[in-house]
């Protein structure tokens, strides 16, 4: 058995929906399948998702669109400087990129600011707005930001600037009183699509500004919207579509730079790139720096200064994720002594010191580890003040939450799954107490055990590059519209072996009905231990095309790994036990020792677990119902193996079977050598056994333990008597069977135990346990 890391669900769809989309559509069950789960339901919708030519919608429908554009018109036509107020994140950065494009397109004065994450904070802030208004500023626009700036906006308005509000964050009770406010999710919008990125807000200001859609930046915009992990449905969907096209083929110089510095190839550009290549890059800037420098890569036409700029930010990047290491192993032994999970259902931690950057990359792999909802602050004693970031699970809506605590989180803002604050240091005790009642009020046992949600269950023998070629008209994937997860059940393992310099990844072939599928486990290499080679597995990953050298293949990225049965460990012939003991899960651990004399060989760390079984009422009394058995020593006899598991299920069963000598491999004499013996005797008379013994099996070819052994079987039966050494035929005695002897009966046990149970091969071995431990066969007798 080999349970997986967290609870797989599999999305369950209409049967007679996926057979009316996959006879209308042509498409594969699966594809029907997926389509559904993502409320695609009905032919037209599933149809215009596929291969429709979507359309974006007509930006006016925004509110406060018109009176946004008609002023920043009249700033143009005035000459007036504009000020462009972005946020530090890749979304940000974008966001402003994407104005930052269209305003010195259109013969703007512009200018742009991003706060700074350590000095500033997050959001717009008085001083900035002040300095801006003393350099001249009449119009301010912000972007990704602002929907919480009620304060900022009441300043602006005594400066005399105008406030014009684009942002996609959650709207508070009450909104900042600005000149306009374009936001998808107002309450009286009437806008098609509410889950804009910051950069889809802005680019639909472009879209308005220009009087058509500005084909030319959605290689911006598809940044910040796969970047800020929004819904790739609609609108989004489109942006991300057409901007990965454009992205593969632009001439940007920034994008340029920024994509060789890590090592992509343009042509393989899809969505992993930005969340894996670019957006960390971007992010890492504004986390360590200012993000000014991520905005004027995006900005120059200078090659130079774009390779320059690139290669710093790529520096940054690794410096960021050394910190990110560093605070990591902190914050977990600060959570493991202080605030145990047991009894905290949210967890909320800070450190004077801890990089402010770098803290919701923190506060993700916290949630990744413990599975809570989690603040991670960085305290700044001299003001008095903690800065921090949270990320939360499924269940537990952390924008709602902290809603109910405004009162001591003066500037806090959101989503449900993501948000960031600072609040006083005096009042972290205070938010952590109401987050756990809160909690406690919401979430059950079960919330806290991690799900893996998957798409469908297929077999190995559906997949083939048709349809998996088919399975990118689904692409690009991303927040509700996830890359497909699907679930490989009981299936055979054709090789499995582990790869890497670290050997820390697990590279697998499995095979049903004579259909093989490659897969590979990144960072699995340790399951390569307690996957018997004889189980069957499930497994669960990313379906995708192997290509190397020229030939195509379908594969999976393997995520978890599971086994439903119990499983056979063979470790015979093992000499050193305690090398092993690492592999074996201490869960329920249990070394069985059938020998009194094998106890004092076992390492002393493992005492506790060691048990002594001697008889058959202690063999039945043990409880091996999904524990993990250490077979240390061979058993007297198989009946012991048959009491200690006949009707019980083990997760697995190690089988060590140390024995000291075995006997297997010595000569055991048959009926012809006996009657050989018997007759040499008869014929020879009394004869020393010391003094010929040797001489008399050297010349049969036997060892002198034969000799001695027939000799014994010989005395029981009382065909001879042996004396001082001289072994002499009784001509009297009574024609007897040689399994009357207790030494040949005792011999011929130990021959069968050892056949049966050291040198069986793996299969019989493991199909005599199937049949004790599914009480389907109660013989005692050999393996067959």
Request: net charge negative; glycine share 6%.
């Amino acid at each position: 058995m080999l349970k997986s890391k967290t609870r797989w669900v599999v999305r369950k769809s209409d049967q007679q929906l996926v057979k009316t989309l996959e006879n209308e559509l042509k498409i594969t069950p699966l594809v029907a399948s997926l389509l559904i789960n993502r409320g695609l339901d009905t032919v037209d919708s599933a149809r215009y998702f596929l291969f429709g030519k979507e359309q974006f919608h007509d930006p006016f429908l925004l509110k406060g669109m018109d009176i946004a554009v008609q002023r920043i018109r009249e700033a143009i036509e005035k000459q007036e400087p504009i000020l462009i107020f972005g946020d530090y994140d890749a979304d940000g950065v974008s966001s402003t990129t994407v104005l930052m494009l269209t305003l010195r397109d259109l013969g703007a004065n512009v200018q742009f600011y991003i706060p700074n994450r350590f000095t500033e904070g997050y959001g717009p802030n008085e001083p900035a707005f002040r300095r801006a208004a003393e350099n001249g500023v009449k119009l301010i626009i912000t972007v990704d930001t602002g929907i919480s700036a009620i304060n900022e906006a009441a300043i602006a308005k005594e400066l005399g600037l105008d406030l014009i509000i684009t942002d996609h964050h959650e709207p508070g009770p009450v909104l900042p009183e600005a000149l306009a406010i374009i936001h998808p999710k107002l309450p009286d919008s009437i806008y098609p699509f509410r889950e804009l990125a910051g950069v889809g807000v802005a680019f639909k200001l472009a879209h308005a500004l220009y009087g058509e859609v500005p084909e030319h930046l959605l290689e911006i915009a598809v940044i910040g919207t796969i970047a800020d992990l929004v819904s790739l449905k609609d609108e989004n969907r489109l942006i991300a579509k057409k901007g990965l096209e454009k992205l593969k083929a632009t001439r940007n110089k920034g994008l340029k730079a920024i994509l060789k510095v890590a090592g992509v190839d343009l042509q393989s550009i899809n969505e992993e790139t930005i969340g894996f290549s670019l957006a960390p890059r971007i992010n890492a800037v504004g986390r360590l720096e200012s993000a000014d420098m991520a905005v004027e890569l995006l900005l120059t036409d200078d090659s130079y200064e774009a390779e320059a700029l690139a290669q710093e930010m790529d520096e940054l990047n690794k410096t960021r994720q050394s910190i990110v290491n560093s605070i990591t192993l902190e914050a977990i032994e600060e959570v493991e002594r202080n605030f145990p999970i047991d009894s905290n259902s949210v967890l909320v931690i800070g450190k004077e010191g801890w990089n402010a950057g770098v803290i919701g990359i923190v506060a993700s792999r916290l949630v990744e580890k413990f599975y809570r909802p989690t603040i991670v602050l960085s305290f700044d004693k001299e003001k008095g003040l903690a800065k921090g970031s949270a990320r939360s699970i499924a269940g537990f809506d952390l924008f709602k939450n902290l809603s109910e605590c405004r009162d001591i989180l003066p500037h806090f803002g959101g989503h449900p799954m993501a948000a960031g604050m600072t609040l006083k240091l005096a009042d972290v005790s205070e938010l952590r107490q109401r987050l756990n009642n809160l909690a406690n009020e919401q979430l059950t046992e079960d919330d806290f055990i991690p799900i893996t949600t998957l798409d469908h269950e297929i077999q190995v023998e559906e997949i083939n590059l048709s349809s998996l070629d088919e399975l990118n008209l689904l692409a690009p994937f991303g927040m509700d519209n996830p890359k497909p997860k699907v679930l490989i059940s009981n299936v055979e393992i054709s090789t499995m072996r582990k790869i890497g310099s670290e050997q820390n990844h697990l590279k697998v072939m499995v095979n049903r009905n004579g259909t093989n599928l490659d897969g590979i486990g990144f960072g699995l290499g340790p399951l390569f231990d307690h996957i018997s080679p004889a189980s069957k597995i499930s497994l669960i990953g990313e379906l995708a095309v192997n290509e190397w050298n020229n030939n195509r293949k379908p594969q999976i990225f393997i995520q978890d790994v599971s086994v439903e049965s119990w499983q056979l460990f063979d470790h015979r012939g093992v000499k050193r036990i305690h090398s092993m003991v690492t592999t074996i899960p201490n869960e329920k651990r249990k070394y069985i020792i059938f020998n009194r004399d094998q106890i004092e060989k076992m390492d002393p760390a493992v005492t506790s677990e060691v048990i002594l079984i001697e008889n058959e009422a202690e063999a039945k009394a043990f409880d091996s119902h999904q524990a993990n058995v250490v077979l240390v020593d061979l058993p007297p006899s198989k009946d012991l193996l048959h009491h200690l598991f006949n009707g019980k299920r083990p997760a697995r069963i190690y089988a060590f079977f140390h024995k000291e000598n075995s006997d297997f491999f010595s000569t055991i004499p048959t009926r012809d050598h006996f009657k050989w013996f018997y007759a040499f005797l008869l014929k020879k008379g009394p004869i020393d056994l010391g003094r010929y013994g040797d001489e008399i099996a050297k010349h049969r070819g036997w060892s002198t333990e034969t000799i001695t052994f027939m000799s014994k079987v010989f005395s029981e039966l009382d065909f001879v008597t042996i004396n001082n050494g001289f072994i002499t035929l009784n001509q009297q005695s009574q024609k007897r069977d040689l399994t009357d002897s207790v030494t040949y009966q005792t011999k011929q046990a130990q021959f069968a135990l050892e056949r049966d149970l050291l040198f069986s091969s793996f299969q019989q071995l493991k199909s005599w346990f199937d049949q004790v431990i599914e009480e389907s066969v109660t013989t005692r007798g050999g393996i067959t």
